[in-house]
C-alpha cells in the first residue's frame, strides 16, 4: 500500500510555484495578490483561512485576510465583494464556506467576477470545465487531480466511484475523472444518499473518491483489493486525550480499508494540502488570464 502523500506533493507544487512568482517578480511584474474572506469564528474554517494565507506566504504571493463577523448583512458581504471585484490589487478571492444560515451561498457565489473565482466554484468556472474551456478548476477535485496525476495513477478505462454530490467536490469530480485528458478517461459512478446496494457499487471501483463528511464511512468490506481509496472528509471529533480536544476523521475507515488499497490519502496530509495547492495555481493562472 503506497500512501498519496498531500503534503509532500503540495509542497513540491508550492515550490514550483514560488519559482514562477520569482521569475515574474524578476522581470518586473507584481506578485499575484489573493484575498480571502472568512465570515464569523468557525474554528476549522479560520484554521483553513490561516492556512490559505500561510501558502501565499510560501509562493511569494501577496494576500489579504478579511475578516468579517458572524451579524454582517447579506447585503454588507455582497458589497465588500463588488469592492473586490473591482479592485485592480486584487487577482482573486476567495470566501470562505459555509456561510452563517442568513446569507445565501448562492448568491455569493454568483456576486464573484469569474475573473477572481481561483475557488472555481461560479457557474461560468463550472461551465468551461465541462466544456473543457481554459478556467479555473475547483480546488479540491483539482488537487485529487493533481494528486492522482503526480503518483502516475493509470485512470483510463478505470472504474471511478465518487461517493457524495456536492456542488463543490463530488459533482465537479465526477465530471474531471470522466473527461478526455490524462487523469480522466473513467467510467463514473456519482453516488449519493438515495443510491441502494452502495457497497456492490464500490466493491466494483477501481478508484473510490470519497466526500459526504460521514467519519470512518467507507469500511474494508467495500472495497476491492488494489483499489486507489481519495479520502476527501475531515470531520473533527472530540478527544480529550488532545490538546486541541479533538481529532481530525476523514469519510474513510483507514485502519480496514488501507490494507486491501494500493494508494490511499491519509488524513490529515491528503486531500486537504492539495485543496491549497490548487487554490495557489488557480491564482497564478488568474494573472496569466488578465
Ligand atoms: N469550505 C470547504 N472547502 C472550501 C473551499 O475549497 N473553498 C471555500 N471557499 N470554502 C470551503
Known amino acids: 500500500m503506497i500512501l498519496l502523500d498531500g503534503k509532500q506533493t503540495a509542497s513540491d507544487i508550492k515550490d514550483e510555484i514560488a519559482v514562477k512568482v520569482k521569475e515574474?517578480?524578476?522581470?518586473?511584474?507584481?506578485?499575484?495578490?489573493?484575498?480571502?474572506v472568512i465570515v464569523g469564528d468557525n474554528g476549522a474554517s479560520i484554521t483553513y483561512v490561516n492556512a490559505k494565507v500561510k501558502a501565499c506566504e510560501k509562493?511569494?504571493?501577496?494576500?489579504?485576510?478579511?475578516?468579517?463577523?458572524?451579524?454582517?448583512?447579506?447585503?454588507?458581504?455582497?458589497?465588500?465583494?463588488?469592492?473586490?471585484?473591482?479592485?485592480d490589487n486584487i487577482d482573486g478571492f476567495i470566501v470562505q464556506l459555509p456561510l452563517p444560515k442568513h446569507i445565501d451561498e448562492l448568491k455569493v457565489t454568483l456576486a464573484i467576477s469569474p475573473l477572481k473565482d481561483v475557488d472555481g466554484f461560479h457557474p461560468e468556472s463550472l461551465g468551461r470545465m465541462v466544456l473543457d474551456l481554459p478556467g479555473f478548476l475547483p480546488a479540491t477535485p483539482y488537487g485529487i487531480v493533481q494528486l492522482l496525476d503526480r503518483y502516475n495513477i493509470e485512470t483510463s478505462g478505470k472504474d471511478c466511484v465518487v461517493i457524495g454530490r456536492s456542488h463543490i467536490v463530488g459533482s465537479p469530480m465526477s465530471i474531471l475523472m470522466a473527461r478526455n485528458n490524462k487523469v480522466g478517461n473513467c467510467t463514473v459512478t456519482l453516488t449519493h444518499s438515495r443510491t441502494q446496494n452502495l457497497a456492490d457499487i464500490t466493491r466494483r471501483a477501481d478508484i473510490i473518491i470519497v466526500a459526504l463528511g460521514k467519519p470512518e464511512f467507507l469500511t474494508g468490506d467495500m472495497v476491492k483489493d488494489g483499489a486507489v481509496v481519495v479520502d476527501v472528509g475531515i470531520t473533527r471529533v472530540a478527544d480529550e486525550t488532545k490538546k486541541s480536544g479533538f481529532r481530525l476523521l476523514g469519510d474513510v475507515d483507514f485502519a480496514s480499508v488501507s490494507p486491501k488499497c494500493s494508494h490511499i490519502t491519509p488524513?490529515?496530509?491528503?486531500?486537504g494540502p492539495m485543496t491549497i495547492a490548487s487554490l495557489m495555481m488557480n491564482t497564478l493562472q488568474a494573472i496569466e488570464m488578465k
Not at 515574474?24 to 480571502?36: F, R, V
Not at 511569494?60 to 473591482?86: M, R
Open 59 to 87: 509562493v511569494g504571493f501577496d494576500s489579504t485576510l478579511i475578516k468579517l463577523p458572524e451579524t454582517i448583512t447579506e447585503e454588507e458581504l455582497l458589497s465588500k465583494i463588488e469592492e473586490l471585484n473591482n479592485d
Open 24 to 36: 515574474l517578480k524578476a522581470a518586473g511584474k507584481k506578485a499575484p495578490h489573493l484575498a480571502a
Open 267 to 271: 488524513v490529515p496530509g491528503g486531500v
